[in-house]
């Protein structure tokens, strides 16, 4: 099995808004497992609150409010997502892939899992599942078929890990 290097933290996240970091470097590695990432990875994620990732979402794309989730990746994939010719790109300090970076609102996350009837945990492996597709190419702005194929990958790898689709 392939060992990806996933860095998790909160940062000016009050204990309401916490996040279960082992369980989002669960299923970024399932994710990329799933997906067929076949060389070590590196993945960032920041667990922040509504004011930092609408401070994010403001510099980095011109939008001034909170949002769930930011994804940012180092190279672009065309979907279905991970490309086999990455294995060039590798860092060779570290002899990983700097696949991207992810962003969370733990007060957005509490506050969907409210909202839609789920548990904090199924809306923190959804936006982690969500945000490690965008990462590998995966995008869902309109109803083409690479929305449907987002959502089927989603619906898959929740599946996977035991959660409610």
Known sequence: MIK???YARHSGVKDTGKLSIPLIKHCVQTALRYEGVDIPCEVSVLITDDKGIRRINGEFRGIDRPTDVLSFP??????PGWSPGAAGEIDPETGLFPLGEI???GERVHMQAREYGWTGERE????????VLHLLGYDHIDESAGKKLMRTREDLL????????
């Open 4 to 6: 990806h290097k996933i």
């Open 74 to 79: 180092m190279r672009e994939f065309r979907p």
């Open 103 to 105: 962003v969370l609102s």
């Open 124 to 131: 923190t492996a959804y936006l982690t599942v969500h945000s």
């Open 158 to 165: 929740m599946r996977e890990m035991d959660f409610i689709v």
